[in-house]
C-alpha cells in the first residue's frame, strides 16, 4: 500500500463521512417542508440528485484494499452506487487477481488536501 496516497479509516473520517450523510438528510427534510404539497413531482429528482452527488463523493475520496492480494483500488461512481456495503467495507472484485470479497476501504489522501 502506497502510504503517501492512501490512510486506513480512522474514526475521524467515520465521523466526517457521518457527518455529510446526515447533512444530505437535513437537506432533504428541510425540502420537505416546502416541497411536500405544492411540488411533490419534484422529490424523485431531489433525492436521486443528492444521492448521485453523495455516492460520487464517497468514490471520489475512498480507495479500497484487496484482502487477497494487496492491491488497492479505486472504482467508478457507478460501481460504488450499485455494490454492497458495509460500514467501513464493501463487496468488490479485486481488479488484479479477480477475487471477490468484502475490501477494506482506505481514505485517499492526495484529493482531499488543498493544494497551494
Known sequence: MNRNKYWKITRRDLYWTAKVFFEFIAVIMISS?????????????????????????????????????????EVSTLKGFISPNGVNKKYLR???????????????????????
Open 33 to 73: 417542508v416546502f416541497l411536500l404539497a405544492s411540488c411533490w413531482y419534484l422529490w424523485p429528482m431531489i433525492i436521486a440528485g443528492f444521492l448521485i452527488l453523495l455516492v460520487a463523493w464517497h468514490a471520489k475520496n475512498f480507495a479500497y484494499l484487496c484482502p487477497g492480494c494487496g492491491e488497492v483500488f
Open 94 to 116: 479485486c481488479p488484479r487477481c479477480g477475487k471477490k470479497a468484502w475490501v477494506d476501504m482506505l481514505r485517499i489522501k492526495e484529493k482531499t488536501v488543498l493544494k497551494k
